[in-house]
Structures are given as C-alpha cells and as structure tokens.
C-alpha cells in the first residue's frame, strides 16, 4: 500500500472530527480558516491538501497542547505528504509509545509505521508489563478443616483481571499453598474450584506492583458451607 496516500486518509479521517461544514468542496472557493484555533486550522488546510500550511499549524496547535494524540498523528500525516519520512516517524512513534491502546490513531500510526519498516515503540503498558519491579505476586494458603489425611483435593487457582482482559490460571491441594507470579498493578478477581465445584468465587483483590500480595482461600471466604465440601465429597 502506498504510504502517503495511507496517510493522506489518515488525515482525512482526523479532518471529519475536526473540520466542520466550511470544508471546502472541490470546485469551490476556499473558506477562510477559522481565527486564531490551529487545531481546525490545521485540519482545514490538510482538507484543501495544504499540507506544508497544514503542518505550520499543527506545530502551533502543539505548543498549545503538547500531549495531544490526536495532534501528533495528525502533523505525522501531513509530514508524510511533505516527504518528510524522519520526523513522520517521530510522530507516529511518539503516538504509539503514548496514545491510549485501541485509539484509531494510534491503530493507523501503527500500521504506518510496518508499512514504512520503521517498527513501533514499546507502550508504556508493555513497559510496565516487561518489567518486574512492575509486576506483584499474588499468594496465600488453601485451608479446610477436617479433611480426611488419606484425602487429597486437587484446587485450580483463577486470577482474572476485574474487567475481564487477562487470566492465569495456577494449580494447587488443598491444605497447601498457591502462587501467581508477573501480575501488572490491579484489581483481580480469584475463584478456587474443585473440579466443577466452585468453592471460592470471584474473591476480590488487589495486586501492588513489586511486593507480594496475599489472599488465603479458607472457609470464611468461601462460596459453600464447611459442611458441604469437602467432607461430604470425601465420604462419597
């Protein structure tokens, strides 16, 4: 796919944001741009296909507004009409590196950025994910009174973000410890199943970066009585 005229939709796709109904149709005489506001200056002379006017503007909306995503993307657009392929990069990188995941700017920095071979940064969030000192632990014991010596009961650990994004999965005995190692900072859910039987159910916790965190699965956060399991499953 051809970089700039990728790149040229991207700046399209920013001007139906930000233009409004002055964008001057083809044939048309232009409108003038609106005073002293470059962000719908900028997006108005990328419209006409001013992209050097454009890219003038962007700066200037950028000192205004430094850590604006949306801005940045949009001077990497018109900086790839203007053949300015280095400093494109810069601001596409800049985008991935700090634009929150799932943004349509970031998505089409990204794209660029294979396109053109140039690669992408590391986000912050994968920063934080590769390294340890920002990763917790979470640990704790499995205890139940009265269980048979003779008896042992296997015990699946979940560790699920609380909004659903991420899970591990850990598996242990009652009457004996569990781990879960490389948790980003966060709130968690943890449920303890034995077989089918779900004997703790979405525990709320949450994980600190760099320092364990402690949760015990005992009877007194359990989803069931003490004298539903697991004795009566042992005497079966």
Known sequence: MNLRWTAAVAVLVVCASGCDSRTPKAGLPAAPVAADSPREDAALLAARGDHAGAEAKYRAALEREPEDVELHFGRGSVLTQLDRRDEAIEEFR????????????????????????????????????????????????????????AKTFGIRVVVERADGSDRKIVRSKLNDTYAVDGLPDGA????????PIRVWSDLPITVSAGRPTTLDLTPANASVSPTDFPVRTASK
């Open 94 to 149: 800049w985008v991935v590196a700090h634009g929150r995941a799932g943004r349509p700017e970031v998505d089409g920095a990204r794209r660029w950025l294979a396109e053109a071979g140039a690669g992408a940064p590391v986000t912050a969030v994968e920063k934080a994910a590769a390294d340890p000192e920002n990763l917790g632990r979470l640990a704790g014991k499995l205890t139940w009174p009265d269980v048979p010596a």
């Open 188 to 195: 968690y859910k943890v449920t303890g199943l034995a077989g």
